[in-house]
């Protein structure tokens, strides 16, 4: 019963280090999914982990309404590394809790009641922002969810303007979807939404939990099409795998936010690791360096000559569409050529690994799939 929720895989985790985890066996295993972009720095950065260990003994936790040295300085950060004009910081812990205050947020501040949302979205597990996830197999069970939520195709700026109107609060989308098979939006697309939603007075949220902090090569994906939302929320990799999800907003949805809390927000220990997550990102410059080897990844990928139908994405968020399933192939490759990676979808083959690994990390990954899908095609 103490494990019904989790599906459990045929590796016991024992230790990470650096683009590495290692099971309690001491095998190694390159980690290409960073357990869902959760670990940008790779395993344990030492960093972080100073931070973290600093942190423990001073101050763990303190009620929100007293300020703390830690989260100050996280807000300062986050500001520092925010879209301009997203000055307004709100912290949380999880993607989803982002998302949720997004979406109160906006409804509050534009006194609009629906939600316009892409098809193949995937915005999190709680009740608001699970209704504005599109695929049935997550709602369905729970229904019914929050009302006045509509979907529009991904990327089709037609259906996106005639689904956006008065009554529209928000316009929510990933700048690349991530869960439903790394799909990039168009940068026209993308001011074609900050168009459509300035004109109604509609908030435009990008949802930058898997696509932030550097993962494509930039900061922020949405910096790729130089659109600013009015709401973008983090979470995942922000506090290198410590629970913080993170929104940042313009002065005119901060104003108007409406009442909204939570016991934890900015809590100091989870703080000190993004402020140290965040501060190494922008000092060793991760998002130039996550461009350059994600370039070179794809680049080898298809030079592989891999019987797979497309390769695709930015930076470090690298979709392979592959031939048949993609959780076969997956577990070939983490049993028989020590590399963990990720699903999107029955068939893409997600990769999201640390964002320092180097060109040798791209080699090794490129040999175990190529590896994996040999084995695959013979057998
Ligand atoms: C993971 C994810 C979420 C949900 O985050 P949780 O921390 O699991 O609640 C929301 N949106 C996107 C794009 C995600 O990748």
Redesign the pocket.
């Known amino acids: 019963m103490s494990e019904f929720v989790f599906s459990r895989k045929p590796i016991t985790i024992d230790r990470g280090e650096g683009a590495y985890l290692y099971d309690t066996d001491g095998n190694a295993y390159l980690d290409a999914g960073a357990s869902?972009a959760c670990t940008p720095l790779g395993h344990c950065h030492p960093r972080v982990v100073d931070a973290i260990q600093e942190q423990a003994g001073r101050l763990l936790y303190v009620q929100g309404s007293y300020p703390t040295p830690p989260r100050d300085a996280l807000v300062e950060q986050l500001v520092a590394v925010a879209p301009q004009g997203c000055a307004n910081v709100w912290l949380c812990n999880?993607?989803?809790e982002a998302?949720e205050a997004a979406l109160k947020f906006a409804r509050s501040a534009t006194g609009g009641e629906t939600v316009v949302a892409a098809t193949r979205a995937?915005?999190?597990?709680t009740m608001g922002?699970l209704a504005a996830t599109w695929r049935d197999k997550y709602k369905q069970p729970f229904e019914p969810l929050m009302p006045g939520v509509e979907f529009v195709p991904y990327d089709d700026p037609e259906a996106l303007t005639e689904a956006v109107d008065d009554d529209t609060a928000a316009v929510l989308l990933?700048p690349i979807q991530?869960?439903g098979g790394i799909h990039p939006a168009s940068a026209s697309y993308l001011k074609d939404a900050r168009a459509l939603t300035e004109d109604v007075g509609a908030a435009l949220i990008f949802?930058e939990?898997?696509t932030g902090v550097g993962r494509t090569g930039t900061m922020w994906a949405c910096e790729h099409a130089g659109v600013v939302p009015d709401i973008l929320t983090s979470?995942?990799g922000i506090a290198s795998g410590l629970p913080l999800?993170a929104l940042v907003c313009r002065d005119w949805i901060a104003e108007d936010s409406g009442p909204h809390g939570s016991t934890f927000s900015g809590n100091p220990l989870v703080a000190a690791a993004a402020t140290q997550t965040l501060a190494t990102i922008v000092e060793e410059h991760i998002p130039e360096h996550a461009a350059e080897v994600g370039a070179y990844l794809r680049e080898e990928l298809r030079a592989a000559d891999l019987p797979v139908r497309d390769v695709r994405g930015r930076g470090l968020m690298i979709g392979i569409e592959v031939k048949r399933g993609a959780n076969r192939l997956l577990r070939e490759l983490a049993l028989e050529h020590g590399v963990l990676a990720l699903p999107a979808g029955r068939t893409v083959l997600r990769l999201l690994p640390p964002l320092i690994i180097e060109r040798e990390h791209a080699d090794e990954l490129v040999a175990g799939i190529g590896g994996a899908e040999e084995t695959e095609e013979s057998s």
Not at 122 to 125: A, E, V, Y
């Open positions: 869902y999880s993607g989803t998302n995937f915005h999190g597990r922002a990933e991530g869960e949802d939990i898997q979470a995942k999800g």
